[in-house]
């Protein structure tokens, strides 16, 4: 079983839309949540992060996590074409420092 | 300011030769990390390095791996007797301490082993 989960896509929503990117994770011990945005081609770029259950908004980003299922999503409102990238999820051990990635989720929105 | 940086931006290189890839953090950042990211795949932790402790060695996929860091400047991570399945993009990153500090990704090395 991989440590950090994500649908591997492509999920496509049309322009204007509500896009949402789930991520589940196995280690009961993770402590912070991070969502990084990755065009073909480049690093990285960190969206948002969170460490306590509940929601966090960020513009039009809103993170959602749930320790007890062991689940985080992400939320984008007014998705625009710019936003068509790759999403991953990345998780934080209490003990630990590295980040442990889920496969990313390929997201399209279409004009 | 500038960025994480790495170099070089590409390498091809013939199977058993060796490589060195280097990374240039964030002026002031102690932390550094080193990933891989194969193909259409996520990110895989190699190493951590936290200003002048021990690093954290935990995600280095054989011995055929090795990096090194300076004080908490640059780090180079060398890769022996390349195989095929070494390449992958190598992608370091920093932050300004170790937990709860948000990591900045360089633009990466793209490695291919023929």
């Known amino acids: 079983q991989k440590e950090v989960e994500q649908n591997s896509g492509p999920l496509s929503v049309p322009e204007g839309a509500i896009a949402s990117l789930n991520c589940t994770y196995s280690?009961?011990?993770?402590?912070?949540f991070f969502w990084y945005r990755q065009y073909s081609g480049k690093s990285p770029e960190l969206i948002m992060f969170?460490?306590?259950?509940g929601d966090k908004e960020d513009g039009r980003f809103t993170a959602q996590l749930n320790k007890a299922s062991q689940y985080v999503s992400l939320l984008i409102r007014d998705s625009q074409p710019s936003d068509s990238a790759t999403y991953l999820c990345?998780?934080?051990?209490?003990?630990?420092?590295?980040?442990?990635f889920g496969g990313g989720t390929r997201l399209m929105v279409k004009p | 300011g500038a960025g994480v940086s790495q170099s070089p931006s590409n390498k091809v290189t013939e199977k058993g030769k060796d490589v060195e890839l280097r990374c240039d953090p964030i002026?002031?950042?102690?932390?550094l990390y080193w990933y891989r990211q194969r193909l259409g795949q996520g990110l895989e932790f190699l190493i951590y390095?936290?200003?002048?402790?021990?690093?954290?060695k935990s995600g280095l996929p054989s011995d055929r791996f090795s990096a090194e860091r300076t004080g908490e400047s640059v780090s180079t991570l060398t890769i022996q007797r390349t195989q095929q399945e070494d390449s992958a993009v190598y992608l370091c990153?920093?932050?300004?301490?170790?937990?709860?500090?948000?990591?900045?990704f360089g633009p990466g090395t793209r490695l291919t082993v023929t």
């Open positions: 990153a920093s932050s300004l301490g170790a937990a709860y500090y948000e990591q900045y």
């Open positions: 280690d009961r011990g993770s402590q912070s």
């Open positions: 390095f936290q200003g002048n402790s021990a690093p954290d």
């Open positions: 002026s002031g950042h102690t932390a």
């Open positions: 990345a998780v934080r051990l209490e003990a630990g420092n590295m980040l442990t």
């Open positions: 969170i460490y306590s259950n």
